[in-house]
């Protein structure tokens, strides 16, 4: 019942933005719903932004919904994005006031691999001994 819940929150409010995000990914404890180095869709990101740059890259390094088990009627699903990563460059084109994202170059499914795997090694930040 637990996932089929969060599979509608995430369908109803997350989908829209993030790629292939089901709870089959995901991790459950204790009511919490974890998700590691999700993709963001930047071509939804990039229309509903509008911002004067070509997003190239987004990931969320981890997605945390929360579910209230115990009082799923009187608390809120709480969700939290840590470590959010989005590359954008300036556009090789404008068309209509906008930046093109068909002139920039897609990266590669190796350098993707390359950059997936590096951003799973890297630490969070605050974590360590200071």
């Known amino acids: 019942m637990t996932a089929s819940i969060v599979q509608g929150i995430l369908n109803r409010y997350l989908q829209k933005y ?11 404890w204790g009511g919490e719903l974890v998700f590691k180095n999700v993709e963001l869709r930047l071509d939804v990101l990039q229309e509903e932004l ?23 009627l009187r608390e809120n699903i709480r969700i939290s994005l840590s ?9 090789k084109t404008w ?6 994202a068909a002139s920039t170059p897609a990266p590669s499914p190796k350098q993707s691999e390359v950059d997936r795997a590096s951003s ?4 969070p930040a605050g ?3 200071d």
């Open 127 to 129: 974590a360590g001994g």
């Open 50 to 72: 509008g911002l004067p740059v070509v997003l190239t890259r987004g990931f969320i390094q981890e997605l945390k919904v929360y579910l209230p088990v115990a009082n799923l």
């Open 95 to 100: 068309e209509g006031g906008r930046p093109s």
């Open 120 to 123: 799973a090694a890297v630490a």
């Open 18 to 28: 993030l790629k292939n995000v089901t709870t089959e990914h995901a991790t459950l």
């Open 83 to 91: 470590n959010v990563e989005v590359v954008a460059q300036t556009p």
